[in-house]
């Protein structure tokens, strides 16, 4: 599986959209990206997903680069609920590989 | 819906004594996940079943740890005997079957923490 870097900690101003980067340069034509994240010591919970293709729901966009060698996760209005720990995962097989992920801190 | 579900929320034992955690997944979802996060490290997976099957074992630590899944429902992870360095949150996950690639989202449960002295 691709190995994936993020920043180990981030802060978003209350209200303002939220860039969480990923880079995944060793990423195979057929993984996926996914990112969940893990609020307090809660289960972790699933964000969204893509392979090529910019994706967005409900929760947040993810923007992949054409060559797939990173992707940016956009929170639009972050909100206080949003503190946690984000993790971008290359998935090849079923079985997810989470990292250190990146601790987003939401300030009021 | 109710998500996943894992039974206990918290357990303390003691070094070399023997802890079964249950996990309930979504109805319907043929794919089961354990997963574990022991002090300071990262999350790692442990198994996958897929209804009563093994379909992935790999990231079992040892052959203290036993997990079953009989009649593709809920699914129970022993421990036996356990040691100080188990402790940790255990979380277990499902997901439908699709037959597709790469499958459908899995779905956390809470974990179960579990504390070895």
């Known amino acids: 599986d691709a190995k994936t870097t993020q920043p180990t900690s981030m802060d978003c101003a209350e209200g303002r959209a939220a860039n969480l980067p990923c880079n995944h340069s060793t990423i195979s034509g057929n993984e996926y990206v996914y990112w969940y994240r893990q609020i307090h010591s809660q289960g972790p919970q699933y964000i969204i997903h893509g392979l090529k293709n910019n994706e967005t729901n409900e929760m947040a966009s993810l923007i992949i680069t054409e060559d797939r060698k990173s992707s940016t996760l956009i929170l639009p209005h972050a909100t206080l609920r949003d503190t946690a720990v984000y993790y971008c995962i290359a998935l090849l097989a079923n079985n997810l590989f989470f990292g250190t992920g990146t601790r987003l801190t939401v300030i009021p | 819906e109710a998500g996943v579900t894992q039974f206990p929320s918290h357990s303390v034992i003691e070094k070399g004594q023997t802890v079964t955690l249950r996990c309930d997944p979504i109805?319907?979802?043929?794919?089961l996940y354990w997963y574990r996060r022991v002090m300071g490290k990262e999350i790692k997976f442990l198994l996958h079943?897929?209804?009563?099957?093994?379909?992935?074992e790999s990231g079992m630590p040892n052959n203290r740890f036993l997990a079953e899944r009989t009649g593709g429902t809920y699914s129970t992870l022993k421990v036996q005997p356990a040691e100080l360095e188990d402790s940790g949150v255990y979380f277990c996950a499902s997901s439908q079957s699709t037959g597709l690639f790469p499958g459908e989202t899995q779905y956390f449960g809470p974990g179960t923490r579990l504390l070895v002295l």
């Open positions: 109805s319907g979802h043929d794919n």
């Open positions: 079943f897929v209804k009563e099957s093994k379909q992935d």
